[in-house]
């Protein structure tokens, strides 16, 4: 039945005015953008002149691009050092600061604590870059460090050698995110009841079997998130890349973002480009559905 | 009648309660402390040698390593970075960007937010749902046709487009944030100013911004920081050295003066410590948001 | 003859395929204080809200003083509102709080604070006019909201259970000031409760609600005296009407009750005989005699006793409450006599629950 004959629901009409400012800016700057980036990724352009349209050829190209596929793998590869290691890490220092420190030592500490795990996050990536750039450096800090406990043979050019540059960006990806993970995994413990660990305790329970029987499972809907979010980071890592390595040596540390700078703004193969991009967003989307839909459940839940 | 102590061990120092009933404090909780500490000191451990190597002189460096106190302190390489790079300048552009950002950012969340949020409009969710798609996605896939439309307008290498194109990028989690405080605002004071007589303007900027201001400066000081970090855009749309920010210079340091150690950890120190300072002094507010579940 | 103030004409409201008021007729004359009370869920607030153009409605009219009000926004309709939680501005001031209407119309600074320390006189928060909502008690919130709505001068002040979050004492007090108030000012109220008691002591008129109709309306005591239908007569009144079923005697003047024994009782009036009907007695009604004079002979399952009243129910199906203003030896398990005025006994019909 619809509502006629009264005053509220045409008020209701007038909120829509609110939403211009960001539908309008949304629609030129996202999805515009969105449209013609995809559209581009069909045809052969140079920034210059008009593109040419060429069909399915630039993502047949990529089918058998050798570039391409590298950084594809390398992706995963750096998946585990943004969403594994700092998951796992963060779990367990989270059990540690929030169940020990912070009875043992106070809320103070425990709060001092991850304020400093934290800090690594509120850098510009690029300056981490060039902190740990310096560190790693075949004269660097690291290599020193090693000489010093009589492990000089570990030495290596961390950065320049294809074999250790990708684990010399995990690490500071590693460094990098543990805060993240950490401060999410804090909050989620506040809410767990402390009931449910003295019951366990009271049944026998020791620290670390409390932690995988009950801390872990409970904290389900945060780990979730967690590794959603750093999935989706690893899927667009850019910058330490360029900063560290710019994808070197030899295509070691590539990934798609890289590339796709790389042909839009150094060989100007936009279109091929484009269509690297529109992978990466495929992707994306499929893992941000993921996501909006959990998160969309989990408010049902509340 | 008196019953004996339960306790075998005199009590720890620094507890409050008297010990009975309670498990000896066991030695364990200081090996936790400590493996805590020793991994936190990991973490920080970059920055410690950054500060230190970036007021070392380059003789004192070559002479004793990177790991030793400085023997006397020696500005030079943190001068010679700041004026090759002019950093004050980029100091300049990063603090305008970030903070128009933040401000132009929390504006068009607050309308956003208020029209989903109270005004509760028909189709907020796809809304949201489109706004949040928009900002996960690679920011590769808009940023040549966002270089393309900034050369067109001739904005190019203008602070404005950057200016412009974070605010509206930001402004969609700050929806997003905002929309959920905006939720659960008491219905009940909005329609007591409907009846006072104000219109929809006035409510927003005489009623619930008020008593919004602290999430909307949680969300304002987020922006600030996230702006202020960000890399690409701003590395293909500011191209000339006066333009640039902060975080742009430290993605182009990589390959300059690659043997000069002091220079590299001067670099290094510049390009952390204004968030660094940041963080430190806004470090209530940004827990506070942080807690409340806003992580980007 | 007073004027109409408010008019509701046909109204009618659905949310979805919930049919929440259907075909509400109300008139509201100038000066009176209605009270719109019933169960939760049976509509007031709805009305209420929709009166204040807070609620769409789907079909009828409202008037106010005569205008169709029906596509006017609230803040256009010259009514005010006192809201169950006092929806006070917690960033204002309580002088900021009252004088927000006023300042909105343009009323300059001085003439604003002069109007709220009037107000503040009227309604007790004289000293207050500095403080912030959060620095108050529930009574003194409550009075800012009161004040916030009178310092408009509005064709109609609008309650929606105000009272219901203070404690009773508070709520006794704040109901005589409220009504103490409205007469003062020569006010139009509407006033929702769950409470008939409050209905009953403070209004000029009282508005039964259920599932969306009115199921009477009328003076207090009319109410009481005279109800329309069970629901009514349930409702109205504490504590609560004994209904027993019963059949109407052959000659018509009296009624067989459903109870042990069978008891006839007189009706001093004709009915049909064989009906079927629901006997409607008020506990204050039944008083306790000896046995040889009563007509109901009925087993006493509980005594309560305050020190000046005693609360009896009965061990029978259905059990019945009678409320004595005495003192009464009689214990549990005593068999004692009841009686009731003829005139005190009201008759619902069996099926349709209706008075008859």
Partial sequence: MTDSNNSATEDRRSYYFYLIPGAVGFLAIVLIPQIVNFALSFTAWKGVGLPRFVGLQNYLKLLTDVQFWGSMQHTLLFIISMTIIPVMIGLVLAALLFDYVRDEFGETASSIFRAGFYLPQILPVTAAGVLWGWILSPVGVANTVLKAIGLGGLAQNWIGDATFALAAVSLVIVWIQVGYCLVV?????????????????????????????????????????????????ALKVFAPIFVITAGGPDNATLVPSYLTYFHFFTTQRVGYAASIAVVQTVLTVVLAVIFLRFQASQEGKS | MSDATLTTAPAASGTDDTDYNRPRRSPFRWLVLLLVTFMLLLTLFPFLLAIVNAIKSGVDYARNGPLSIPTSLDFSALVYFWNLSDFGRKLANSTIISLAVSLLGVLISLLNAYAIGIGRVKGSRIFLVVLLLGIMVPQESIVYPLYYMAKATGLYDSQLAVIIVFAVLQSAFGTYLLTSVLRSFPKEIIEAAEMDGANRWQVLWQVVVPVLRPSLMVVGTFFFIWTWNEFLIPLVMLVSNNNQTVAVAMGLTRGQNMSDPTFQAAASLLGIAPTLIFFLIFQRTLTRGVVVGAVK | MSETQIELTNINKHYGTFHALKDINLRIEKGTFVALVGPSGCGKSTLLRSLAGLESISGGAIRIAGEVVNQVPPRKRDVAMVFQSYALYPHMKVAENLTYSLRLRGVSKADARKAAEEIATTTGLTGLLDRYPRELSGGQRQRVAMGRAIIRHPKAFLFDEPLSNLDAALRVQMRKEIRALHDRLGATSVYVTHDQIEAMTMADYVVVMRDGIIEQQGRPLELYDTPANKFVAGFIGSPAMNFVTGTIAASGADVVLDLPDAPVVALGRQADPGRKVLVGLRPEHLSLVPLEQASIKVPVLVVESTGSMTYVTTDTTPQLTLVEQSRSDIKAGDNVGVRIEPHHIHLFDGATEKAI
Avoid: C, H, K, N
């Avoid at chain 1, 995994?185 to 009841?193: H, Q, T």
């Avoid at chain 1, 409390?210 to 998130?225: D, H, K």
């Fill in chain 1, 185 to 233: 995994f804090m909050a989620g413990l506040s809410r767990i009841d402390p009931a449910l660990y003295e019951a366990a305790e009271l049944d026998g329970a020791g620290w670390w079997q409390r932690l995988i029987t009950i801390t872990i499972p409970l904290l389900a809907p945060e780990i979730f998130v967690v590794v959603l979010t750093t999935l989706i980071a």
